[in-house]
């Protein structure tokens, strides 16, 4: 799995692992190895996701009360701990993302069509 | 939020539960068990760190310096027990005194009634136009029947009036707190029984017998409690009533400052005014209204429903027999209504200047007693610069150093605040002792409530941050590797901490020399007032008050009751003399009117205003009061001869200009404003004091007794006695018990009643002279603790200088000029202070500006002495220090 190297990896800008996290429990309920997974996966491996960093983002999430978690078990049978978006953080997700998307334009804009990148 | 943290154990479960799935995940792609362990850590990354990342986002690391702080705190207390005790003796004292003064103005000033939605009350009052002011707040019963009865803004609308019953049946008098209430008094405070059933309209119906409410501390004090009080027959001032119920035990009255123990409707008053009954009295002011409004009634149409209601009310109750202007006045009086949540007190206005005054005193004791501390953090402060420096040469943040040391201030001050609740309680009964008086016994609800507690906790929060954020702040500002070699050098590379105390110190010189300069006015201006010449001698004088209506005497049967009385109780051992007056001295009744002389030019208003008293003849000799001029009363001044009077000096200046009063006369207006029968003065007596001691004498013409136009049922007796006059009391009682057994006595000696006068003088000078001599005690505590801290710390530079010849002298001179220049500052400081300050003090000084020249330089003197012996003992140190230990020792 973790057979692409390192180094060419994106470094995940500040703030953006909220959004993916929120992000990845619009599908439903899902413990940290889970969405941890599900980001690797949806990005195609291009995002370097420290797991360990993903814990205290949880918990920084779950203190805004974006996100609400419990104790439950997972589909091959072991405990974890699952999250679940809150309607304060399905909220938060749509302003972050409506933020993201004009941020990204507008960077985009200004680096001009892909072409000129040498 | 707070307690609802997830626990680290929580969290390192969810992150093992994580490499397991992972794990897990790793091996269904091929991996080996070991590998995949690997690979999944790997890919998790630090897990310690992530841990760490946790506890430092919560509020468990929060939570746990906490802990840390107060077990360090408490240790550091702990090791040093003398300076533990002495800040928290100091702050009790600041603290309990604050509280206690604050407690006094909750009771009186703030504290709300305890009964339901007390903010919904209101007074009314009648506001007379033309006046300033909220109105007044007296009814006569017959316009309280009409506001009752007309009234349509109110829900509940209700009147009650203040008085003393006599329990007791004849002989010495046991008064129990009364108070006449209407019918809907308790249904609209909404008020439950205790036991039995609380007064009702039903009540309250002219004509009415008896029924009777005990208040719940009456009902146990005297009754245990016990349900057969219910039933039971009381007698006040004679009459029956019947108890049929308790009021509930948080209901004290609607007088704050006073009690009541049994309330009764206001229609039994017809038994016990005779034939002027107050109930149809229309100049007969002795109740307050207060109302509930109807819902949804503002404050605007409550005003407007009682301005469209006021011309009825007035003409419905007008004073048929008044002045014609006055009538004509009296019906353009309007009701007005006003915020009664409070309830009511004569307290207010007497002790309000006072309370204040004695909060600001109270709140500078505790600056004083703040910086005494924050002098003695600095010294440990300075103790402890190598600790702190380890701490902080090991990574200890700056900021976790400052609330390490605040908390040990607010565990100190926390401590504070608790023993300083006990004595506030302690203190605050003890005021309330002082304000009281025999006549006029104060009653308080002192229980602790929010609003205490909450100012406790304030000004204890308050006080850590003013006596620890300096030295903490300067604690933390040292050099490291000086402070770590440990030189004591490095004290004096930094003198300016030195500086720091010295202000400290001269800051609290300059406040206690303005507590002084207050304690020192209060107490000149009672020692004034207390050695006043009153005119007449206060000492060895019996006041008996007797009431002959109460025992049922006949109006035509009075007087000679009276002269019956008079002689039986002059024949008794010890009693050189004895006097008889309508009104005793210093009683703080009066009875005046205007007065027309036809030698002096018309005076009007208040200028021809004259104090009038019925006395016999034994009253001048009896009260040491000197005849300057003509005759005292003599037997042929009877109803039937020429109307007489005996003035005093005052009366004969103003009335009499120049002349020689013996022989003029003068006439009082009567009611209607005409002139009555002319009255000859007979004689000239020297001027005293007539209502209170406060006032100026008023002119005053004495009646003889036996000419007294009307009735005359509550005479007082004095007694010039040989022997202390209180062992009179039962042979008094004896011999007016052989003439009437029915007549109720009560008494006083007049030395008591002029001290009782001066209460609140009386608490001030006590007060702010045991706070001054507080503060000039801290503040020398400081001085003295200040310097000594100096000396020790310059011990080797004074050995040096002493080693290279220095006398003791001039190592004495160089300490004592610090002392000098602190005290200096002080005192020029403090003299500014006074002179701006205690200028709100003029209205409670007495015969004496508030910059009094005396007390000034008084209060500057003990300062100075007081500083310059707290001074000398540690100057004194510094002389002895020996030269070879010190240099030895470097």
Redesign the interface.
């Given at each position: 799995?973790?057979t692409q190297k390192e180094k060419d990896r994106l470094e995940l800008l500040q703030g953006t692992l909220d959004l993916l996290i929120l992000r990845t429990l619009i599908f439903g309920p899902q413990?940290?190895?889970?969405i941890?997974?599900a980001i690797q996966q949806t990005t195609e491996d291009e995002l370097l996701v420290?797991?360990?960093?993903l814990?205290?983002a949880l918990?920084?999430l779950e203190?805004r009360g974006w996100i609400a978690a419990e104790w439950g078990t997972?589909t091959?049978n072991?405990?974890?701990?699952f999250y679940t978006l809150t309607r304060l953080g399905r909220k938060q997700l749509v302003r972050e993302t409506t933020k993201w998307r004009r941020l990204a334009a507008a960077i985009g804009r200004v680096l001009g069509p892909e072409a000129g990148e040498g | 939020m707070f307690w609802r943290k997830r626990k680290p154990s929580d969290f390192r479960a969810e992150i093992e539960a994580h490499l397991e799935l992972e794990t897990e995940q790793l091996k269904e792609q091929g991996l080996s068990e070991e590998e995949a362990r690997v690979a999944a850590r790997h890919a998790f990354g630090n897990v310690t760190r992530a841990q760490e990342r946790f506890y430092e986002s919560g509020r468990w690391l929060w939570w746990d310096h906490l802990v840390q702080d107060l077990h360090f705190g408490l240790r550091m207390l702990r090791k040093n027990p003398g300076f533990t005790a002495v800040a928290i003796l100091t702050l009790a004292i600041g603290i309990g005194a604050n509280t206690a003064i604050f407690s006094l103005i909750d009771a009186v000033m703030l504290r709300m009634l305890p009964v339901p939605r007390p903010d919904e009350l209101r007074l009314v009052r009648i506001f007379q136009p033309g006046d300033t002011g909220e109105g007044n707040p007296t009814f006569t019963n017959p316009i309280w029947e009409q506001v009752r009865d007309r009234q349509g803004v109110f829900s509940g609308v209700f009147a009650w009036s203040g008085d003393r019953f006599d329990l007791a049946q004849g002989g010495a008098v046991h008064y129990a707190n009364g108070l006449w209430v209407s019918g809907d008094f308790f249904k609209t405070l909404e008020l439950r029984p205790a036991a039995g059933r609380l007064l009702t309209a039903a009540d309250d119906q002219r004509g009415c017998s008896g029924a009777a409410v005990l208040s719940y501390g009456f009902w146990q004090e005297h009754y245990g409690g016990a349900a057969s009080a219910l039933g039971i027959t009381l007698s006040l001032d004679t009459h029956s009533f019947e108890v049929v119920g308790v009021a509930p035990p948080s209901f004290y009255g609607m007088d704050v400052g006073s009690k009541f123990d049994v309330a009764i409707p206001i229609c039994a008053a017809a038994q016990f005014d005779g034939k002027e009954s107050r109930l149809d009295h229309r100049s007969w002011w002795w109740l307050t209204v207060a109302g509930r409004p109807k819902p949804g009634v503002s404050m605007n149409q409550l005003a407007a429903g009682l301005r469209v209601l006021s011309p009825q009310v007035f003409t419905a109750s007008q004073p048929t027999n008044w002045p014609p202007d006055m009538q004509k006045k009296f019906l353009r009086w309007v009701l007005v209504a006003t915020p009664a949540a409070t309830g009511m007190s004569s307290l207010r206005r007497q002790f309000d200047r006072p309370l204040q005054m004695l909060m600001a005193v109270v709140g500078l004791v505790l600056l004083i007693a703040c910086a005494n501390i924050a002098s003695l953090m600095l010294a440990r402060a300075a103790a402890r610069r190598k600790d702190l420096a380890v701490r902080q040469a090991l990574g200890a943040g700056r900021f976790r150093l400052i609330r390490q040391l605040l908390t040990e201030c607010v565990l100190l001050s926390s401590a504070g605040a608790l023993v300083g609740i006990l004595f506030a309680r302690w203190g605050t009964a003890l005021l309330v002792r002082v304000i009281s008086t025999a006549r006029n016994e104060v009653f308080l609800d002192l229980s602790l409530d929010r609003r205490v507690l909450g100012f406790t906790v304030a000004i204890a929060v308050f006080t850590s941050v003013l006596f620890g954020l300096l030295p903490a702040l300067r604690a933390i500002r040292v050099s490291l590797t000086l402070a770590m070699k440990g030189s004591q050098a490095t004290e004096s590379v930094r003198p300016r901490r030195f500086r720091s105390r010295h202000w400290i110190v001269a800051s609290q010189m300059a406040l206690s020399l303005v507590l002084l300069v207050a304690a020192g006015l209060f107490l000149r201006s009672f020692a004034k007032l207390a050695t006043l010449d009153m005119g007449f001698d206060r000492n060895n004088v019996l006041l008996v008050g007797t009431n002959l209506q109460v025992a049922r005497i006949p109006p035509d049967q009075q007087l000679a009751t009276y002269e019956m009385i008079e002689s039986r109780l002059g024949a008794l051992p010890g009693v050189l003399s004895v006097g008889r007056s309508k009104l005793a001295p210093i009683s703080g009744y009066f009875w005046n009117n205007t007065i027309h002389t036809d030698w002096s030019k018309a005076l009007s208003g208040d200028d021809a205003l004259a104090f009038f008293n019925y006395v016999s003849s034994g009253y001048f000799q009896t009260l040491h009061m000197t005849l300057l001029a003509g005759r005292n009363f003599a037997r042929g001044d009877t109803k039937a001869g020429p109307r007489v009077a005996v003035v005093n000096e005052t009366l004969a200046r103003r009335f009499f200009p120049n002349l020689n009063p013996i022989g003029r006369t003068f006439r009082i207006d009567d009611i209607g404003g005409q002139p009555g029968p002319p009255i000859e003065v007979v004689g000239l007596v020297k001027d005293s004091k007539y209502a209170s001691v406060r006032e100026d004498i008023p002119p005053t013409a004495f009646f003889p007794a036996t000419q007294i136009s009307k009735h005359t049922e509550e005479d007082s007796f004095e007694l010039r006695t040989g022997i202390r006059p209180s062992a009179l009391v039962s042979a008094v009682q004896a011999a007016v018990g052989d003439v009437n057994k029915q007549i109720p006595l009560e008494f006083h000696t007049l030395a008591e009643q002029v001290n009782d006068s001066m209460v609140q003088e009386r608490m001030l000078a006590l007060l702010s002279g045991f706070f001054g001599a507080l503060a000039l005690l801290l503040a020398m505590i400081g001085l003295y603790g200040t310097l000594s801290y100096l000396v020790a710390q310059r011990q080797t530079e004074f050995g040096i200088r002493m080693a290279l010849g220095a006398e003791p002298g001039s190592i004495l001179r160089l300490v004592m000029r610090s002392v000098l220049s602190v005290l200096a500052i002080g005192v020029v400081a403090g003299i500014a202070i006074s002179l701006a300050a205690t200028r709100v003090l003029q209205q409670l000084l007495f015969g004496l500006g508030p910059r009094d020249a005396v007390t000034m330089v008084a209060a500057v003197a003990v300062l100075s002495v007081v500083a310059l012996i707290a001074g000398y003992l540690p100057a004194r140190r510094a002389t002895k220090v020996d030269p070879m230990v010190t240099l030895r020792n470097e």
């Amino acid at each position: 799995m973790s057979t692409q190297k390192e180094k060419d990896r994106l470094e995940l800008l500040q703030g953006t692992l909220d959004l993916l996290i929120l992000r990845t429990l619009i599908f439903g309920p899902q413990h940290g190895q889970g969405i941890g997974r599900a980001i690797q996966q949806t990005t195609e491996d291009e995002l370097l996701v420290e797991h360990g960093a993903l814990y205290p983002a949880l918990q920084r999430l779950e203190e805004r009360g974006w996100i609400a978690a419990e104790w439950g078990t997972s589909t091959n049978n072991r405990k974890a701990r699952f999250y679940t978006l809150t309607r304060l953080g399905r909220k938060q997700l749509v302003r972050e993302t409506t933020k993201w998307r004009r941020l990204a334009a507008a960077i985009g804009r200004v680096l001009g069509p892909e072409a000129g990148e040498g | 939020m707070f307690w609802r943290k997830r626990k680290p154990s929580d969290f390192r479960a969810e992150i093992e539960a994580h490499l397991e799935l992972e794990t897990e995940q790793l091996k269904e792609q091929g991996l080996s068990e070991e590998e995949a362990r690997v690979a999944a850590r790997h890919a998790f990354g630090n897990v310690t760190r992530a841990q760490e990342r946790f506890y430092e986002s919560g509020r468990w690391l929060w939570w746990d310096h906490l802990v840390q702080d107060l077990h360090f705190g408490l240790r550091m207390l702990r090791k040093n027990p003398g300076f533990t005790a002495v800040a928290i003796l100091t702050l009790a004292i600041g603290i309990g005194a604050n509280t206690a003064i604050f407690s006094l103005i909750d009771a009186v000033m703030l504290r709300m009634l305890p009964v339901p939605r007390p903010d919904e009350l209101r007074l009314v009052r009648i506001f007379q136009p033309g006046d300033t002011g909220e109105g007044n707040p007296t009814f006569t019963n017959p316009i309280w029947e009409q506001v009752r009865d007309r009234q349509g803004v109110f829900s509940g609308v209700f009147a009650w009036s203040g008085d003393r019953f006599d329990l007791a049946q004849g002989g010495a008098v046991h008064y129990a707190n009364g108070l006449w209430v209407s019918g809907d008094f308790f249904k609209t405070l909404e008020l439950r029984p205790a036991a039995g059933r609380l007064l009702t309209a039903a009540d309250d119906q002219r004509g009415c017998s008896g029924a009777a409410v005990l208040s719940y501390g009456f009902w146990q004090e005297h009754y245990g409690g016990a349900a057969s009080a219910l039933g039971i027959t009381l007698s006040l001032d004679t009459h029956s009533f019947e108890v049929v119920g308790v009021a509930p035990p948080s209901f004290y009255g609607m007088d704050v400052g006073s009690k009541f123990d049994v309330a009764i409707p206001i229609c039994a008053a017809a038994q016990f005014d005779g034939k002027e009954s107050r109930l149809d009295h229309r100049s007969w002011w002795w109740l307050t209204v207060a109302g509930r409004p109807k819902p949804g009634v503002s404050m605007n149409q409550l005003a407007a429903g009682l301005r469209v209601l006021s011309p009825q009310v007035f003409t419905a109750s007008q004073p048929t027999n008044w002045p014609p202007d006055m009538q004509k006045k009296f019906l353009r009086w309007v009701l007005v209504a006003t915020p009664a949540a409070t309830g009511m007190s004569s307290l207010r206005r007497q002790f309000d200047r006072p309370l204040q005054m004695l909060m600001a005193v109270v709140g500078l004791v505790l600056l004083i007693a703040c910086a005494n501390i924050a002098s003695l953090m600095l010294a440990r402060a300075a103790a402890r610069r190598k600790d702190l420096a380890v701490r902080q040469a090991l990574g200890a943040g700056r900021f976790r150093l400052i609330r390490q040391l605040l908390t040990e201030c607010v565990l100190l001050s926390s401590a504070g605040a608790l023993v300083g609740i006990l004595f506030a309680r302690w203190g605050t009964a003890l005021l309330v002792r002082v304000i009281s008086t025999a006549r006029n016994e104060v009653f308080l609800d002192l229980s602790l409530d929010r609003r205490v507690l909450g100012f406790t906790v304030a000004i204890a929060v308050f006080t850590s941050v003013l006596f620890g954020l300096l030295p903490a702040l300067r604690a933390i500002r040292v050099s490291l590797t000086l402070a770590m070699k440990g030189s004591q050098a490095t004290e004096s590379v930094r003198p300016r901490r030195f500086r720091s105390r010295h202000w400290i110190v001269a800051s609290q010189m300059a406040l206690s020399l303005v507590l002084l300069v207050a304690a020192g006015l209060f107490l000149r201006s009672f020692a004034k007032l207390a050695t006043l010449d009153m005119g007449f001698d206060r000492n060895n004088v019996l006041l008996v008050g007797t009431n002959l209506q109460v025992a049922r005497i006949p109006p035509d049967q009075q007087l000679a009751t009276y002269e019956m009385i008079e002689s039986r109780l002059g024949a008794l051992p010890g009693v050189l003399s004895v006097g008889r007056s309508k009104l005793a001295p210093i009683s703080g009744y009066f009875w005046n009117n205007t007065i027309h002389t036809d030698w002096s030019k018309a005076l009007s208003g208040d200028d021809a205003l004259a104090f009038f008293n019925y006395v016999s003849s034994g009253y001048f000799q009896t009260l040491h009061m000197t005849l300057l001029a003509g005759r005292n009363f003599a037997r042929g001044d009877t109803k039937a001869g020429p109307r007489v009077a005996v003035v005093n000096e005052t009366l004969a200046r103003r009335f009499f200009p120049n002349l020689n009063p013996i022989g003029r006369t003068f006439r009082i207006d009567d009611i209607g404003g005409q002139p009555g029968p002319p009255i000859e003065v007979v004689g000239l007596v020297k001027d005293s004091k007539y209502a209170s001691v406060r006032e100026d004498i008023p002119p005053t013409a004495f009646f003889p007794a036996t000419q007294i136009s009307k009735h005359t049922e509550e005479d007082s007796f004095e007694l010039r006695t040989g022997i202390r006059p209180s062992a009179l009391v039962s042979a008094v009682q004896a011999a007016v018990g052989d003439v009437n057994k029915q007549i109720p006595l009560e008494f006083h000696t007049l030395a008591e009643q002029v001290n009782d006068s001066m209460v609140q003088e009386r608490m001030l000078a006590l007060l702010s002279g045991f706070f001054g001599a507080l503060a000039l005690l801290l503040a020398m505590i400081g001085l003295y603790g200040t310097l000594s801290y100096l000396v020790a710390q310059r011990q080797t530079e004074f050995g040096i200088r002493m080693a290279l010849g220095a006398e003791p002298g001039s190592i004495l001179r160089l300490v004592m000029r610090s002392v000098l220049s602190v005290l200096a500052i002080g005192v020029v400081a403090g003299i500014a202070i006074s002179l701006a300050a205690t200028r709100v003090l003029q209205q409670l000084l007495f015969g004496l500006g508030p910059r009094d020249a005396v007390t000034m330089v008084a209060a500057v003197a003990v300062l100075s002495v007081v500083a310059l012996i707290a001074g000398y003992l540690p100057a004194r140190r510094a002389t002895k220090v020996d030269p070879m230990v010190t240099l030895r020792n470097e």
